[in-house]
């Protein structure tokens, strides 16, 4: 028996591929669903393959829905853009980024150091240990207020290394509806 296979299942009329693992020591069947939308499916080493398709068939829905969901929240920022493009909207993030730290900055005044705008299609940005902020520079092609959103999570982080209940209190001071506008993020 294979370790490792790669299988094809029809969901809700749609043909789904999944990587098929037998982990040793797995006792139960467990479905994953990666970033990027990937599904996998890790079985015990004899558990019979229409075992294994009746329990995928069995959680259908749940599947299709949550592979959508990581797609779409994937979608704005997987984005190619040519290089000369790239360039266009470095430049106005980096404008962008200026004029909206400063002024979320005037109430919290953290300090930071540097500020990198990247390109990454995973994240739209990130806060290093050493006080180093890190954007998408996809950042300008977000509506205003979700790219505010991301600002001030991101600043907020300079003062909470961590997403614990201070941290989204912090960031609740400047962006009072922040969970509104992650859900319109995940929307996006
Ligand atoms: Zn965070």
Request: proline share 4%.
């Amino acid at each position: 028996m294979k370790r490792v296979e790669k299988r094809t299942i029809n969901l809700l009329g749609q043909s789904q591929d999944f990587v098929l693992r037998r982990p040793p020591r797995t006792r139960y069947l467990r479905l994953r669903i990666s970033s990027d939308g990937a599904l996998s499916v890790a079985a015990p080493r004899s558990y019979p393959i229409f075992l294994i398709n009746q329990f995928i068939s069995s959680r259908a829905q749940w599947i299709v829905t949550n592979i959508k969901k990581v797609k779409d929240r994937h979608s704005l920022l997987s984005l190619k853009h040519q290089a000369s493009e790239i360039k266009k909207y470095k430049i106005t993030t980096k404008e962008l980024l200026e004029s909206r730290l400063k002024h979320f900055n005037q109430s919290y005044n953290f300090s930071f150091r540097r500020i990198a705008i990247r390109n990454q299609r995973s994240r739209w940005g990130s806060c290093s240990s050493k006080g180093n902020l890190n954007f998408n520079y996809r950042l300008c092609l977000l509506p205003p207020d979700l790219a505010d959103y991301i600002i001030v999570h991101e600043l907020c982080h300079l003062g909470q290394m961590n997403h614990s209940k201070h941290f989204w209190q912090l960031v609740a001071k400047a962006i009072p509806d922040y969970k509104a506008r992650q859900k319109d993020l995940k929307k996006l």
